[in-house]
């Protein structure tokens, strides 16, 4: 059945019905039937339409689009309509407006125009999530409710006196005490010590930099404080609709918000992706984005936003390419989506989305964007056997959002120039090209069920994510600027890689981060040549741990870059290429890719369930070996395909299914 009551795959998209008069209604429902559309998303920005006034609710409209849409035999996935408060609501109660870290409080007009902490917002919220609830419980085009919209997309944080309070509320509860915070903080440093809770503020713009440990808290607040609104609608949803998914949109591979804390809070993980068709690595990015959608929760999910063609939103919106809907569309079912679905049904004609594509374009049933629409609809359909099937990885990816927001604190670090989601990809790249599964997943948690996890950098490093590294009975490879600082920020006695020390054989001596254009030379023990850019480290190691590279040239010239003991591996640089390496511990952990092959360039493989998906991203025809004593059927073409090399053309995919044998 999948993420909600609706049959096989789901395809849709965000529909806008206020934005239309009546009369056009009739003429989406017929057209989403034709496209053969199961499920859109209703009510996201409607508030100031369903509650013109406090307290005062017009769902007569809505009431006709449910049932239309039922009608037509098309689910609801209803939003709470509180993504953007009324104009009602911010004129009597303009506190509820957010307040920049200049002091500045921003004015409404956009979207998201609300501050996280504020009591009266959170009041209006769950009044309206409560009437929306009880309005529509038993409607039979109900199968989720969809909690506000892309929180953190425009509103992350607020500096306002209401978030003030809220935080120093949030401190107390961490730390205990002004003792406590003060020890956590470090005040000690820069004059900073606090004598009574009142003192504490946000991390407001300040002559020189902040505190980092100040701002570390404040992250983990700024995250904690928006899922609290969330948690609060969702209960009353839950209270009064006990059976119906509730989900928020994500924001695919997100800094603000810590999806691991927000997964927990969800009964189906969504996505929002906008994969750019300029950038050239944008096949990856997606990639990586949709298997931390899938390992969130460790079950299928569901891309709830992507885009037909070009978005509106960057300096130069570029339109995808004939075929690159489907094929990007073909990725998200291939890295475990329970469906397709796009922002938006009918392409707006005001507002700040005019130009953003949509499933049914300005220029009608008349239009590529509309053949292309229907062409994907019957290719989710074809692909219905593939819902609710799931994805075996032997390899893990470690991601952690407090180290996230630790590594990148502006004015304290070695170097700017690290990015988690950069490392993340750094790793992940090579692992996507050889068809490796790959799952992501927070320290700490239990990784006995994998054969290689990868820490492509762990800056903040407790003890008990060092004691499930060190439990890990598998290959572990462990990447540079890791282990060096605790839960307040503070960096570990005796210097890096600190808890992880004993495990990794290593000390790290001194950090040398190289300049932007500056290359050091790294050589393996076998005489390959790597480039590292960006950071190097001067180690020093134990005894009984082995060197697997050194660097050639300059200070560090001889010195380990590589090391090895046990099966943790340690790479104190960022090579420009990690392959090398990578197929060394791939090789020790007995992992393969899912065909068991190499692929060519711009080939993507992925196994979900018994089906196995190639998607050919690149411009020309690729062959893909398979077992030549396995039989296939192509579900998209139907076409039956014998075992060997099956050639996928550019732009193209191919979702096979083994036959069975032939006596």
């Not at 730390?175 to 900073?192: E, K, M, P, V």
């Not at 404080?225 to 609709?241: G, I, S, Y």
């Not at 959608?293 to 070009?310: F, G, V, Y």
Request: net charge negative.
């Amino acid at each position: 059945m999948g993420l909600t009551r609706v049959p096989g795959l789901l395809f849709g998209g965000d529909y806008n019905p206020e934005q239309w008069p009546e009369e056009v209604w009739q003429e989406d429902v017929r057209l989403m039937a034709e496209a053969g559309v199961n499920l859109v998303t209703v009510a996201v920005f409607s508030w100031s339409r369903l509650e013109p006034g406090s307290g005062s609710y017009d769902f007569g409209w809505l009431d006709r689009v449910l049932d239309l849409l039922h009608a037509h035999g098309i689910a609801v996935d209803l939003a709470t309509a509180t993504a953007t408060p009324p104009p009602w609501l911010v004129r009597a109660h303009p506190e509820v407006q957010p307040v920049d870290a200049a002091g500045t409080r921003l004015e409404f007009g956009s979207r998201q125009g609300y501050c996280p902490s504020s009591p009266v917002f959170r009041a209006a919220t769950v009044r309206l999530a409560r009437a929306m609830a009880e309005r529509y419980r038993d409607h039979p085009a109900l199968v989720m409710w969809h909690v506000s919209n892309e929180y953190a997309d425009h509103t992350a944080e607020c500096f306002c006196e209401e978030s003030a309070r809220d935080f120093r509320r949030w401190l107390q509860r961490r730390h205990r005490s002004l003792d406590g915070l003060n020890t956590a903080w470090g005040t000690s440093c820069w004059g900073q010590h606090y004598t009574d809770w009142t003192q504490v503020e946000p991390p407001r713009k300040a002559p020189g930099p902040v505190n980092p440990a100040q701002l570390l808290d404040w992250r983990r607040f700024s995250s904690d404080a928006l899922l609290a609104c969330f948690e609060a609608e969702r209960a009353v949803l839950k209270e009064v609709t006990p059976d119906v998914p509730v989900t928020t949109n994500f924001m695919s591979v997100l800094r603000d918000l810590d999806y691991w804390s927000w997964a927990a809070a969800e009964d189906v993980v969504t996505d929002d992706a906008y994969p750019d068709p300029a950038d050239p690595r944008a096949a990856v990015k997606a990639a990586l984005s949709y298997d931390l959608m899938r390992s969130l929760k460790q079950q299928p999910w569901l891309l709830l936003e992507s885009a037909p063609s070009a978005v509106s939103w960057r300096p130069v919106n570029v339109p995808k390419d004939p075929g690159v809907m489907r094929l990007h569309s073909l990725q998200a079912l291939a890295h475990g989506s329970d469906g397709v679905m796009f922002f938006q049904w009918r392409q707006a004609r005001y507002g700040p989305e005019k130009f953003h594509s949509a499933m049914l374009p300005h220029g009608g049933t008349g239009t590529r964007q509309w053949r292309e629409t229907l062409a994907l609809g019957a290719d989710v359909r074809r692909l219905a056997a593939v819902a609710g099937s799931g994805t075996r990885a032997e390899v893990a990816l470690l991601l952690d959002w407090d180290s996230w927001w630790g590594l990148e604190a502006p004015e304290s670090m070695p170097s700017d120039r690290l990015r988690l989601h950069e490392l993340l990809l750094s790793w992940y790249a090579p692992l996507h090209q050889r068809g490796v599964a790959v799952d992501l997943a927070p320290p700490g948690r239990d990784l006995s069920g994998y054969r290689l996890v990868i820490a492509p950098n762990l800056y903040l490093c407790t003890a008990g994510h060092a004691a499930a590294l060190a439990a890990f009975p598998g290959q572990l490879v462990v990447g540079p600027f890791s282990g060096v600082v605790d839960a307040a920020d503070q960096v570990h006695h005796g210097g890096a890689p600190g808890p992880l020390r004993d495990l990794l054989g290593v000390r790290v001596e001194e950090w040398r981060p190289l300049p932007d254009g500056a290359v050091q030379e790294v050589v393996t023990t076998d005489g390959t040549r790597l480039l590292a850019r960006t950071w190097t480290e001067w180690l020093e190691t134990a005894g009984d741990t082995e060197v697997l590279a050194r660097y050639r040239g300059g200070p560090l010239h001889g010195r380990p870059a590589v090391t090895r003991r046990g099966a943790a591996t340690y790479v104190s640089c960022l090579p420009e290429d990690p392959a090398p390496l990578l197929d060394a511990v791939l090789a020790a952990a007995g992992v393969t890719g899912v065909t068991g092959a190499g692929l060519p360039a711009g080939v993507e493989a992925c196994r979900r369930g018994r089906h196995l998906f190639l998607l050919n991203h690149g411009t020309q025809p690729a062959a893909v070996e398979l077992p030549a004593d396995t039989a296939f059927t192509d579900l998209l073409t139907g076409r039956a395909l014998p075992g060997g090399p099956v050639t996928v053309a550019p732009g193209d995919a191919v979702v096979l299914e083994a036959r069975p044998a032939t006596p």
